[in-house]
């Protein structure tokens, strides 16, 4: 059984940084792309960062570029997100995904597996 287990979020300061973790199990960890997604209230699911199997290939939107990092430890079964200069706007669920695809994808139904997600918010 595979499973996904999101940690690492909580109430930060705008400025601060928070770091998640994802966790997997029951599944081969290294053969698989994962990526980190988040949804607003009352918006749709959207692509933040991905990184290959190997970890030398990194992506990341627009919005989170320069200020996330996404990292993995294949040894660990386990990928990060490091978010500084957090922002209002980054306020979301953050979730982590799993893909058998060999090159990037940013759309959900390209994901096999999802975690149950966890709560950032970014508020005075």
């Known amino acids: 059984q595979v499973q996904l287990v999101d940690t690492g979020g909580g109430l930060v300061l705008p400025g601060g940084s928070l770091r998640l973790s994802c966790a997997a199990s029951g599944l081969t960890f290294r053969n698989y792309r994962m990526a980190w997604f988040r949804q607003a209230p009352g918006k749709e699911r959207e692509f933040v960062s991905s990184i290959s199997w190997s970890g030398i290939s990194t992506y990341y939107s627009d919005s989170v570029k320069g200020r996330f990092t996404i990292s993995r430890d294949n040894a660990k079964n386990t990928v990060y997100l490091q978010m500084n200069s957090l922002e209002p706007e980054d306020t979301a669920v953050y979730y982590c995904?799993?893909?058998?695809?060999?090159?990037?994808?940013?759309?959900?139904?390209?994901?096999?597996?999802w975690g149950q997600g966890t709560q950032v918010t970014v508020s005075s």
């Open positions: 995904a799993a893909s058998r695809s060999p090159t990037q994808v940013v759309t959900t139904d390209q994901y096999n597996y």
